[in-house]
Every structure is written in C-alpha cells, then in structure tokens.
C-alpha cells in the first residue's frame, strides 16, 4: 500500500534550520511530484513546496520562498525539505503527500515548533 513517513521535526530556536525528510513505499516513486504541506491547530493545511517526479521542477509558497529548499532522491523514495532561517510563524505539522491514482496519501506528519 502507498504509504508516507515523515521524520526530522523537533523542536528549534528562531533563526535556526531542520531538515525533514519524507520515506514514500508502496508506489513508483520517481513518476510522482511529491508536496509538502504544513498545518497549525484549527487552521486548514497550507501548500508549502512542490517538487516534480524527476526533481527538475520545484515551487514555494511566498512565505517560505528563499528558506526552505525541496529536494528528492529517487535512489532512496526520499524527498526533504531543508528549512533554514526559521521563524515562530514556521511552527505547524509538516506532512508529505502524492496523489497516486487519483487519489491522495498522506503521512502522518512531523512536529515542528519553533520557540526560544
């Protein structure tokens, strides 16, 4: 089945960076686009970055455009995202996501919190 493992999230201070990283099975990784999402208690989940299935194309959300950086290694099924300048607005769960079929998989995210 398809599945999605996120690991990396953890506690940081404002101004410091977090790589996370997204583990896909299940599927043939390297003919999806994967996204990363990110959502804060009782708000909806926000896109945050796109990368395409050979890793040539990747888009940001403005807000983290310039800090965060998308990446994927189809070797390993294995996308991440590299954070950098992180700010307390940045806290949320991060999750990584693919439609596959036409249907949308999720994993069951990563705490990131940001906090002095």
């Known amino acids: 089945q398809v599945q999605f493992v996120e690991s990396g999230g953890g506690l940081v201070q404002p101004g410091g960076s977090l790589r996370l990283s997204c583990v896909a099975s299940?599927?043939?990784?390297?003919?999806?686009?994967i996204n990363w999402y990110r959502q804060a208690p009782e708000k909806s989940r926000e896109l945050v970055s796109v990368?395409?299935?050979?890793?040539?194309?990747?888009t940001y959300e403005d807000s983290v455009k310039g800090r965060f950086t998308i990446s994927r290694d189809n070797t390993k099924n294995t996308v991440y995202l590299k954070m950098n300048s992180l700010s307390r607005e940045d806290t949320d769960v991060y999750y990584c996501?693919?439609?596959?079929?036409?249907?949308?998989?999720w994993g069951q995210g990563a705490q990131v919190t940001v906090s002095s």
């Open positions: 996501s693919g439609r596959v079929l036409r249907e949308d998989f």
């Open positions: 990368i395409s299935a050979n890793g040539g194309t990747a």
């Open positions: 299940g599927f043939p990784f390297s003919a999806y686009s």
